[in-house]
């Protein structure tokens, strides 16, 4: 069966650190990987999404990257975080245009 | 442009009270419409994937239906378990993503 593993769970981080968000995805081979956003009372919005190594794709132009350095391993960074990057980030995949199962997320508080 | 409209944005049901979540979209040529569910603090588990309209599916006291308009979440005798925000997204045709909208919030009081 696949899983989906993120980490950290949580995060605070100050103005300005950089940001390093990784999510790898077991039982499967070239899934799509997504990165999400989740504001309070807001839906997911979608950041970035990937159909194979090395490619990506940006939804929302921003503070943050995404990299996919190998075809189960998506990373979501920053090289200064800003107060309106907290949030509650969550990783996907899916294979391809189908449901996509999400890991359990991480709550980033930027203070 | 694409949208995703669910309600009621919160419902707080007594156990044993059936009732129904409405999601309606504007999406031309749908591609599948799902149903997740998520518990505070964790990330969607996936529920439903619906893909015509007339479609219906079942799991427990959860069932969904689709129309061209809109889908249903119907929960039959809600128990406090089934607490949770059930969050319905659409595909696009051509669309790699989901598009999500931004849920309901279901209380089942014992």
């Known amino acids: 069966s696949q899983t989906i593993h993120q980490w950290p769970a949580t995060l605070v981080q100050p103005v300005g650190s950089p940001l390093s968000l990784e999510c790898t995805v077991e039982?499967?081979?070239?899934?799509?990987l997504y990165w999400y956003r989740q504001a309070a009372g807001r839906g997911l919005q979608l950041l970035f999404y990937s159909i194979g190594i090395g490619q990506i794709s940006s939804e929302v132009p921003q503070n943050l990257s995404a990299s996919r350095p190998q075809d189960r391993q998506f990373i979501l960074s920053s090289k200064k975080l800003l107060l309106s990057d907290s949030g509650f980030y969550l990783c996907?995949?899916?294979?391809?245009?189908?449901?996509?199962?999400f890991g359990q997320g991480t709550r980033l508080t930027v203070v | 442009e694409d949208q995703v409209t669910q309600s009621p944005e919160a419902l707080r049901l007594q156990e044993g009270e059936s009732s129904s979540l409405n999601c309606s979209y504007t999406v031309s040529g749908l591609r599948g419409l799902f149903w997740y569910r998520q518990d505070p603090g964790k990330g969607p588990e996936f529920l439903f994937t619906?893909?015509?309209a007339g479609e219906e599916k079942e799991k427990e006291r959860l069932k969904a239906t689709l129309t061209k308009k809109e889908s249903f979440l119907h929960i039959t005798a809600p128990k406090p378990e089934d607490s949770a925000t059930y969050l319905c997204?659409?595909?696009?045709?051509?669309?790699?993503?989901?598009?999500f909208g931004t849920g309901t919030r279901l209380t089942v009081i014992p």
């Open positions: 996907a995949w899916s294979w391809g245009a189908r449901e996509a199962f």
């Open positions: 997204a659409v595909q696009a045709p051509g669309a790699n993503n989901l598009f």
């Open positions: 619906l893909y015509s």
């Open positions: 039982g499967t081979s070239n899934p799509n």
